[in-house]
Nanobody
Framework: QVQLVESGGGLVQPGGSLRLSCSAS????????VAWFRQVAGKEREGLAC????????LYADSVKGRFTISRDNAQNMAWLQMDIVNPEDSGLYYC?????????????????WGQGTQVSVSA
C-alpha cells in the first residue's frame, strides 16, 4: 500500500508558476499510474494530468494542456506537477493519486490511493 503526501502549494500571482510535489512511501511507485486532481468547492474533483509507469505516457485535461506538466521519478519515489501561466481558475485543493493500472486513467473513481491535498491560490 502506498501513502502519498503533497507539498508545494501556496499563493501565486496570475501568470506565475508553481511546482507541486508528491512524495510516496510504504511502497515504490513502480507499476503505479500517478495523477493530479483539483478540487474546488461546489464542483466535482477534476483530473488534470496523469502519467503511466511502463511507457511514461501522459494525459492532460484541456484546461491545463500546454501550461501544466506532470513528471515522475520512481528512483526518488516522487511525482511533480509543474504549473505555468496560472490563472485564478487554477485555484483549488490539489491532490495526487496512484493506482496500479495502465494506461493512467483521469477519472478520480479509478484511484485507490490519495494524498491529503495541498492548497493553491492564484490571486494578484
Amino acid at each position: 500500500q502506498v501513502q502519498l503526501v503533497e507539498s508545494g502549494g501556496g499563493l501565486v500571482q496570475p501568470g506565475g508558476s508553481l511546482r507541486l510535489s508528491c512524495s510516496a512511501s510504504g511502497s515504490t511507485l513502480d507499476y503505479y499510474s500517478v495523477a493530479w486532481f483539483r478540487q474546488v468547492a461546489g464542483k466535482e474533483r477534476e483530473g488534470l494530468a496523469c502519467v503511466s509507469d511502463s511507457d511514461g505516457k501522459t494525459l492532460y485535461a484541456d484546461s491545463v494542456k500546454g501550461r501544466f506538466t506532470i513528471s515522475r521519478d520512481n528512483a526518488q519515489n516522487m511525482a511533480w506537477l509543474q504549473m505555468d501561466i496560472v490563472n485564478p481558475e487554477d485555484s483549488g485543493l490539489y491532490y495526487c493519486a496512484a493506482i496500479d493500472i495502465e494506461p493512467c486513467p483521469m477519472e478520480p473513481r479509478m484511484y485507490d490511493y490519495w494524498g491529503q491535498g495541498t492548497q493553491v491560490s492564484v490571486s494578484a
